[in-house]
C-alpha cells in the first residue's frame, strides 16, 4: 500500500482582529516532507502514528508537508492557496496512491474560502478518484459541511476536552483505514444536526457522561466504526455552524442514522448545562484573596489564544494590582513589543514600561508602571501532552510584587511548565491567572487547590443568543429555543 499523509491546520473566530499569514504557520509548526518531529502537535498525529503503522504493515508512508498555526482571525487569502497548493502539489508528484490520510482541525477559514476544509479535501478527491480511501482527524470545535460529508470516506473527531485524546484518535483513524484498505470494512457516514451551538467540556458532568456512552457503544457493538460529536465552534461566522453528531457504521446507513438522531436529540436535551458557571473578575480576586490553600488557579476564560483572541487583556491583572495583591503570576500577556523593549534591556534591568490591552476594545487597559526584567527566554516553549507548545520570545517581569509573563506567539495556558520555563515556581504562588478555556484543567489541576473560571471583559463574543452573526444559521438554540420542536418529540 502507498498512503499519503499530510496536515493543514487552525482555527478561525472570524470576529477576532488578529489575520493569519505564512509567518503565523511557520512560528507555530511548518514541518516539510519528512521534517515532521517524532512528537505529534494537535491536529498531526495521523503522520506520526502512521509511521509506526505502515512501518509495522510494511506499507510506504508518503508525508506531504504538515503545517499548524495558532487559532487567530481569517488566514490571509494568498497564504491558504499556496499551504494548499504545496500539498496538492505533493500528492500529484505521490500518485498513485491507496488512501489520503488527513490531519485537519475543521475550523478554517480563509479570505474569499467558508469552508476551507472542504475546498481541501474535493481537491484532493479531485485527483484521487471515486475510489480511493480518504479520511481525516478532525478537532470537535469546527464545523462539519457537507462538502466534506461527500469528499471523506470517514473522519474521526477528537473525544475529549480538554483535547488529551488526540494520539488516541489517530490510533483510531488508522485502526478503522486499516481495516477498510484490507477489505474487512465499508465506512458509511451518517450525520445528525443538533441545532444548537454550545460548550461541552468532558472534565465535567453531563458531557463526561455521554462520552463514556460513546466510547461503550463503540466497543459493544462491531457495526459501529467510530461516534464523534463535533462540538462546533461559535465564533466562526460561516454557514453550517453548529453541533452536528457523526456515527460511522460498517455499511449500516439506516442504522448510523438511526443512532446520530438518538444521541444528537439526547445531547440536545441537555443544552445549556455543560458549561461551567463563570464569575467576574473582582469575584474572582475576592475568593481567591480569601483562600487558605494555595495554588488558586484563575481561568481567564474568555481572552483564550486557544479560541482566537489576542491573549492581552488586562482586566484580571488590573483587578489584582487595584487590590495590592501580590503572590500571584500572570501568564500570559501577548506583547510583542514590550518582549522586544524587555530583551533590549537585559535581564536585571528595571525599566518604564506599558503592556498589554492594544487589541480590541473589551480587554482591559494598558498597564503602565516600573518593572524589573527577571529572566528572559527566546523560542520558550511549554508541555501539552505529549508535544510542546511555543509561546515565542518571551520575558519573566515583576510589577508591583506581581510575577508577570510576556510572551510575543500567542498561546493559552496549557500546563504549569509554562511559569517553570520563565523560572517562576507555580507551586509556590497563591494565585495563578492563566487563559484558557478548559484546555488547562488536566495539568493544572493537578497543582491547584481551587479553579475559578472567570468571565472578564468582552475579548470573545461568548453568547450566541446576542453574538452578531451575518453568515451561521439563525434557526439553532440559543438564538430560538427550540428549533426541534415537535420533531424532537416524536424521537
Not at 478561525?12 to 504557520?25: E, W
Not at 504545496?86 to 467558508?114: C, F, N, S, T
Not at 443568543?465 to 440559543?478: G, L
Request: proline share 7%.
Amino acid at each position: 500500500m502507498r498512503i499519503f499523509t499530510a496536515a493543514l491546520a487552525t482555527e478561525t473566530n472570524t470576529f477576532s482582529p488578529i489575520c493569519v499569514d505564512r509567518r503565523a504557520f511557520e512560528a507555530s509548526l511548518y514541518a516539510p516532507p519528512g521534517q515532521h518531529p517524532e512528537t505529534p502537535t494537535l491536529c498531526t498525529a495521523p503522520i506520526t502514528v502512521g509511521r509506526r503503522v505502515t512501518r509495522e504493515k510494511g506499507w510506504e508512508l508518503i508525508e506531504g508537508t504538515a503545517t499548524w498555526a495558532d487559532p487567530a482571525g481569517l488566514v490571509n487569502r494568498a497564504t491558504y492557496e499556496e499551504l494548499r497548493d504545496e500539498i496538492i502539489g505533493q500528492l500529484r508528484a505521490a500518485m498513485p496512491v491507496d488512501a489520503v490520510v488527513m490531519g485537519l482541525h475543521g475550523a478554517m477559514v480563509a479570505a474569499g474560502y467558508e469552508d476551507t476544509e472542504g475546498d481541501l479535501l474535493w481537491r484532493i478527491r479531485e485527483i484521487v478518484g471515486p475510489d480511493v480511501l480518504i479520511c481525516a482527524e478532525l478537532d470537535p470545535h469546527s464545523h462539519l459541511t457537507a462538502k466534506r460529508v461527500a469528499a471523506l470516506n470517514f473522519a474521526v473527531y477528537f473525544k475529549e476536552f480538554p483535547h488529551t485524546d488526540f494520539v488516541d484518535r489517530a490510533e483510531d483513524l488508522w485502526r478503522i483505514a486499516v481495516e477498510i484498505l484490507e477489505g474487512r470494512v465499508k465506512p458509511v457516514m451518517s450525520v445528525f444536526d443538533c441545532r444548537m451551538i454550545d460548550v461541552f467540556p468532558t472534565s465535567r458532568e453531563p458531557m463526561r457522561s455521554f462520552v463514556d456512552k460513546i466510547m461503550q457503544i463503540e466497543k459493544d457493538d462491531p457495526d459501529i466504526l467510530s461516534i464523534s460529536v463535533v462540538h462546533g465552534f461559535m465564533v466562526g461566522d460561516v454557514p453550517e455552524m453548529g453541533t452536528k453528531l457523526l456515527v460511522v457504521t460498517d455499511n449500516k446507513p439506516e442504522k448510523g442514522a438511526a443512532l446520530a438522531r438518538e444521541l444528537g436529540l439526547e445531547l440536545f436535551s441537555k443544552r445549556g448545562t455543560f458549561m461551567v458557571p463563570q464569575i467576574d473578575e473582582k469575584e474572582a480576586v475576592s475568593r481567591a484573596m480569601a483562600a487558605t490553600a494555595w495554588p488558586v488557579v484563575i481561568a481567564d476564560v474568555w481572552d483564550n489564544p486557544g479560541g482566537g483572541t489576542a491573549g492581552d487583556a488586562t482586566v484580571v491583572l488590573g483587578e489584582l494590582i487595584a487590590r495590592g495583591v501580590t503572590s500571584a503570576a500572570i501568564g500570559t500577556i501577548w506583547d510583542p513589543v514590550a518582549v522586544q523593549i524587555c530583551f533590549a534591556a537585559g535581564e536585571g534591568a528595571e525599566i518604564p514600561l506599558r503592556f498589554g490591552a492594544k487589541s480590541a476594545p473589551g480587554t482591559g487597559n494598558p498597564i503602565d508602571g516600573t518593572v524589573k526584567v527577571v529572566k528572559l527566554v527566546k523560542n520558550a516553549e511549554m508541555q501539552f501532552g505529549e508535544s510542546l507548545a511555543p509561546f515565542g520570545d518571551a520575558a519573566h517581569i515583576v510589577l508591583d510584587g506581581l510575577d508577570i509573563i510576556l510572551n510575543s506567539t500567542r498561546a493559552q495556558s496549557f500546563d504549569p511548565s509554562l511559569f517553570s520555563a520563565m523560572g517562576i515556581d507555580p507551586a509556590r504562588q497563591k494565585i495563578l491567572v492563566i487563559k484558557s478555556t478548559n484546555h488547562f484543567f488536566a495539568s493544572f489541576s493537578k497543582i491547584a487547590a481551587e479553579i475559578l473560571y472567570c468571565s472578564a471583559g468582552t475579548p470573545y463574543p461568548n453568547n450566541p443568543a446576542t453574538t452578531p452573526y451575518r453568515r451561521a444559521p439563525k434557526t439553532i438554540w440559543p438564538i430560538v429555543a427550540d428549533p426541534h420542536g415537535p420533531e424532537r418529540g416524536a424521537a
